[in-house]
Each structure stands twice: as structure tokens, then as C-alpha cells.
């Protein structure tokens, strides 16, 4: 299977145990925060606990995923100019291997009219 069919069949078993679990949860709790009340459905609370506890997450990786970013983008200039390199020196050696090629066929001639 592949990553992506992967990804959506187990979003989709998430959001039916999400959805399950708001249809069976719909109680008002009370929720206390210094000076504040609130009363919510237990689901909706957990959520929201769930969607902050996500994004800060997210927030904590963010910077790693930036730096991996960085990395790449300067591994991939090097990939460049390495495979730049490497195009010189073929046509460099090349170039060799004709002179080389010119010089035996003269050295092959000056045999040939000592002869």
C-alpha cells in the first residue's frame, strides 16, 4: 500500500473515533481557570485540548523542520557543483585522451618513415 492510502484510511478511522466519541460524550462539564467559568461539552473540550496540544507541536518542530530545510537546500548547491566538477574534468580528460591519441598516431608515423 502506498504511504498516502496509508495516511487517508487512518484520518478517516481518527475522525470516526472522534465523531464516535463526541456522540457519546455530549455531558456539560464546568471548567475553572482563575477567575473564569466556562461550561462546555466534554468533547468539545477534549478537542480543543487535542487541536493546542497539535499545534504546539507543531510549533516545537518548526524549527528543526527549517534547519533540515536549510541543510538540504545547501547539500543540493553542493550536488550541483560537484556534478559541475565532474562535467569539467570528463571533458577535461577527454580532451587528454584525444592529445594522447594525436601523439601516438605521430609517434606511429615517425616509426613508420624511420622505417
Not at 22 to 38: M, S, Y
Request: glycine content about 0%.
Amino acid at each position: 500500500m502506498k504511504k498516502s492510502t496509508v495516511t487517508i484510511i487512518l484520518t478517516l478511522l481518527i475522525c470516526i473515533l472522534l465523531v464516535s466519541f463526541t456522540l457519546q460524550n455530549a455531558g456539560d462539564i464546568t471548567i475553572k481557570l482563575w477567575f473564569w467559568e466556562f461550561k462546555s461539552p466534554i468533547a468539545l473540550v477534549l478537542l480543543i485540548v487535542i487541536a493546542i496540544s497539535a499545534l504546539i507541536s507543531i510549533l516545537y518542530q518548526l524549527p528543526s523542520n527549517i534547519n533540515k530545510k536549510r541543510i538540504i537546500k545547501s547539500k543540493e548547491k553542493d550536488i550541483i557543483e560537484k556534478e559541475r566538477e565532474i562535467k569539467i574534468l570528463t571533458q577535461k580528460l577527454k580532451e587528454l585522451e584525444d592529445r594522447e591519441e594525436i601523439s601516438d598516431s605521430i609517434a606511429d608515423a615517425n616509426i613508420s618513415d624511420v622505417e
